[in-house]
């Protein structure tokens, strides 16, 4: 009878976050677009379903929540859903749908395409594993350990890097420390340089086109009986005219003038929002980002830090950070609390905030990608290619995570993933952590460096 009702307890909370998904597709991902596939909002809703469970799972380990023979049937079913998700049904619909956008494949070798398609996404999926020590000897050639080591190579990339690019970035956009001043005079004299250029660039065309005017009408007069042909070629070879305008010189000079226009378009744009930013900052909400970044940008120093650390003495974490700290507590400080209750409770809120900040920042970071590259021919295509990311990145969250769990809340999780190379995903995490963020700083400090400074129109 239990095993029915954590059935149903599961059941129910996969039918919330299938409509959560479906939710999210609907009200943000294609709020803009008025076409919409059935079969893809299903594949997207579903791989967010069974993401969401797996961190729903997690919890449930710690909590104790359901029979632990329930837990391990329903982590078994989820990572195998998942997995038939991401390296079946995703891939094969992305190459149905970039083969259906080709002009020039015909209707009929769609489905003979698509299965080549989908049989050289296996090969190259299986291939990525070879340069990386994750295989054993004891893993069976379609065993799940197989799938899911390449799945972990490809997701830890990506969470690292966009962990490194947000701990340097988050800081960057919420602290005062780096917004450019820019008061409304600024603002109004690059609006009046803006408009001064295009006076100048409209005026410049002006003479061109009255240029051209005069020459043809010169041109009729002087080559009556040589036909049109003969005034097209007095035209090009004589681009010195009555009025003594040079009409290639006033062409370059209207194509530099549009060029310092754009960039001016820029900056104005540029100074907008940097003002938008200096009185968001003065609000309750932007002081306490403000807070919140000194805070991210110590840990971001702290987490560089680590990172070079442990890639340069090997080092990987074997105490997760609950039980490290009770241990300080307990050990070092002399408190006397009750070690398995609030290991329990930290793990809960901890594990909690990572699950949160996981889901919310992904879900952030694929809305803006899809609008920064999507249109109405290409949206489907680009949602199932995030459906596959996030597929990826939540399965590999779950192979990192394990590691800030405490030993006895991470058993059937070891036993479900197998015998994976855990901490080579730890190792790979900080060193494709540690490229991101120096990459990051060192992107973002020539961009705050680029002060645009005032330009002379001539």
Same mark, same amino acid.
């Given at each position: 009878m239990s095993f029915l009702q954590d059935a149903v307890i599961m059941f129910s909370s996969q039918v919330i976050f299938f409509a959560g998904g479906w939710v999210f597709f609907m009200k943000q991902l294609f709020k803009n677009y008025e076409v919409h596939h059935i079969m893809v909002q299903l594949i997207f809703s579903i791989t967010f379903a069974l993401s969401c469970t797996m961190f729903e799972l997690i919890i449930f380990e710690i909590l104790g929540t359901m029979e632990s023979s329930s837990r391990y049937f329903h982590w078994r079913l989820g990572l195998y859903s998942?997995?038939?998700?991401?390296?079946?049904?995703?891939?094969?619909?992305?190459?149905?749908f970039v083969l259906s956008s080709l002009r020039f494949v015909q209707r009929k070798q769609?489905?003979?395409?698509?299965?080549?398609?989908?049989?050289?996404?296996?090969?190259?999926?299986?291939?990525? !594993?070879?340069?990386?020590?994750?295989?054993?000897?004891?893993?069976?050639?379609?065993?799940?350990?197989?799938?899911?080591? *390449?799945?972990?190579?490809?997701?830890?990339?990506?969470?690292?890097?966009?962990?490194?690019? !947000?701990?340097?970035?988050?800081?960057?956009t919420s602290m005062t420390?780096?917004?450019?001043?820019?008061?409304?005079?600024?603002?109004?004299?690059?609006?009046?340089?803006l408009l001064h250029t295009y006076d100048m660039i409209l005026i410049k065309k002006k003479r061109i086109a009255m240029a051209q005017r005069?020459?043809?009408?010169?041109?009729?007069?002087?080559?009556?009986?040589s036909g049109i042909w003969g005034m097209l070629r007095s035209v090009a070879t004589n681009p010195l005219v009555s009025s003594g305008e040079n009409i290639s010189q006033l062409k370059e000079e209207v194509a530099a003038l549009e060029d310092f226009s754009r960039q001016l378009l820029l900056e104005a744009v540029d100074m907008h929002s940097m003002r938008e930013r200096i009185e968001w900052a003065k609000t309750f909400r932007g002081k306490y980002f403000n807070?919140?970044?000194?805070?991210?940008?110590?840990?971001?120093?702290?987490?560089?830090?680590?990172?070079?650390?442990n890639i340069l003495f090997?080092?990987?974490? *074997?105490?997760?950070?609950?039980?490290?700290?009770?241990?300080?507590?307990?050990?070092?400080?002399?408190?006397?609390?009750?070690?398995?209750?609030?290991?329990?409770?930290?793990?809960?809120?901890?594990?909690?905030?990572?699950?949160?900040?996981?889901?919310?920042?992904?879900?952030?970071?694929l809305t803006k990608f899809f609008y920064a590259i999507s249109s109405s021919k290409s949206s489907n295509v680009i949602v199932l290619a995030l459906a596959q990311i996030m597929g990826m990145y939540f399965v590999s969250s779950v192979v990192l995570m394990r590691m800030n769990m405490p030993a006895e809340y991470r058993t059937i999780i070891t036993q479900v993933l197998g015998e994976l190379q855990f901490n080579f995903y730890h190792r790979w995490f900080d060193v494709i952590f540690l490229i991101s963020a120096l990459s990051s700083i060192g992107f973002l400090y020539l961009a705050h460096k680029q002060v645009p400074g005032d330009r002379e129109i001539s």
């Open positions: 998942m997995l038939f998700m991401v390296i079946i049904v995703l891939p094969f619909y992305i190459a149905y769609i489905g003979p395409l698509t299965l080549v398609s989908w049989v050289a996404f296996l090969y190259f999926f299986w291939k990525i !594993g070879d340069p990386f020590p994750i295989s054993s000897p004891k893993h069976g050639v379609l065993s799940i350990e197989q799938f899911i080591s *390449r799945i972990g190579v490809i997701g830890v990339t990506v969470m690292a890097f966009l962990s490194g690019f !947000g701990a340097v970035n988050y800081p960057y420390y780096f917004m450019r001043p820019v008061t409304i005079n600024d603002i109004i004299a690059i609006e009046k340089k005069d020459q043809l009408l010169r041109s009729k007069s002087g080559s009556s009986g807070v919140m970044g000194y805070f991210f940008s110590l840990y971001c120093l702290w987490k560089i830090f680590i990172c070079t650390i090997g080092r990987v974490a *074997r105490v997760d950070p609950v039980t490290r700290g009770i241990e300080i507590a307990v050990h070092y400080m002399g408190f006397q609390i009750d070690v398995k209750f609030w290991s329990q409770q930290i793990s809960f809120f901890l594990v909690g905030c990572i699950v949160v900040t996981s889901i919310r920042g992904l879900l952030i970071t």
